[in-house]
């Protein structure tokens, strides 16, 4: 196998066989796990398939299929075809988001497809945070108090909000060197071990960060556009949350 720059834990395999294998330094909340789940739960998604996974020592070592395409950091498109990609991206999530979170563990948050939790934003992701039962008890740990506080000291409209957001399977890592593109058009998603079970409206900071590593200014413009903002419930909490999330997710 030869390394794949810059990803130095992706390796491709030699001779044109259209595999991957990928290292996670943990044996929880792997991109294994996520793909494991997502494979069984929604085939039709344009995500790597899992071929295999094993563990040697502190590390998991995932074996997948490899996409085709190139990614959209390394080779951008013109202005119309990468309004068509975007577009295509969001019906991409919108399928995401019809995957129904399993009844043993409704309304958690911050789960990976392990059951663990998922890298802590607090930390700058260097470790794995909790699992939460509910989006309201994330958002307290967020602005350090215990719940009661939190809602307490929090209005009672951006309460209800928040905890009437929908949970969905999110990807926190959406940047352009995880979205590939053939011919134009949308070819799949990569890199899904730190995705998991999240507030909705998490996603939408993905998108509307132009300071995050592997965001141009183009890209973050076009989900500034009308025809690209979500449903006007997700587009409320994700603004209510701006004033509430004081880390970068």
């Given at each position: 196998?030869?390394r794949f720059?810059?990803?130095v834990k992706?390796?491709?395999?030699?001779f044109g066989?259209?595999i991957?294998?990928?290292?996670t330094?943990?044996?929880?909340?792997?991109e294994?796990?996520?793909?494991r789940?997502?494979?069984a739960t929604?085939?039709?998604?344009?995500?790597?398939r899992?071929l295999?996974s094993?563990?040697?020592g502190?590390?998991t070592y995932?074996?997948?299929t490899k996409l085709?395409?190139?990614?959209l950091?390394?080779?951008s498109?013109?202005?119309?075809q990468?309004?068509e990609?975007?577009?295509?991206?969001l019906?991409?999530?919108?399928?995401?988001?019809?995957?129904?979170q399993?009844d043993n563990?409704?309304?958690?948050?911050?789960?990976s497809?392990?059951?663990?939790?998922?890298?802590?934003?607090?930390?700058?992701h260097?470790?794995?945070s909790n699992?939460?039962?509910?989006?309201?008890h994330?958002?307290a740990?967020?602005?350090f108090?215990?719940?009661?506080?939190?809602v307490?000291?929090?209005?009672?409209?951006?309460?209800e909000r928040?905890a009437?957001?929908?949970v969905c399977w999110?990807?926190?890592?959406?940047r352009?060197?995880?979205?590939?593109?053939?011919d134009g058009?949308l070819?799949?998603i990569?890199d899904?071990?730190?995705?998991?079970?999240l507030?909705?409206?998490?996603?939408?900071h993905?998108?509307?960060?132009v300071?995050?590593?592997?965001?141009?200014f183009?890209w973050w413009n076009?989900?500034k556009r009308e025809?690209?903002r979500?449903?006007?419930?997700?587009?409320?909490?994700?603004e209510?949350?701006t004033?509430?999330?004081?880390?970068?997710?």
């Open positions: 196998m030869r720059i810059p990803t992706v390796r491709l395999f030699r066989i259209p991957v294998m990928k290292t330094p943990r044996t929880v909340s792997t294994a796990d996520a793909l789940f997502l494979n929604c085939s039709g998604l344009p995500i790597p899992l295999d094993f563990v040697i502190e590390t995932t074996i997948m085709p395409g190139h990614n950091l390394d080779r498109l013109p202005s119309d990468l309004e990609v975007a577009t295509e991206v019906d991409f999530l919108h399928r995401l988001w019809e995957i129904e399993p563990c409704k309304g958690q948050v911050m789960r497809a392990s059951g663990h939790g998922l890298p802590n934003p607090m930390t700058l260097s470790n794995l699992t939460f039962p509910s989006t309201l994330c958002y740990l967020m602005n108090k215990d719940l009661d506080h939190f307490a000291d929090t209005a009672p409209s951006i309460l928040l009437n957001d929908q999110v990807h926190t890592d959406l352009l060197q995880n979205i590939l593109v053939q058009r070819s799949g990569v899904w071990e730190d995705s998991g079970w507030p909705r409206h998490w996603q939408l993905m998108f509307r960060n300071y995050m590593h592997g965001v141009t183009e076009l989900w025809r690209m979500f449903d006007e419930v997700v587009e409320a909490v994700y209510l949350s004033g509430l999330i004081t880390y970068p997710l």
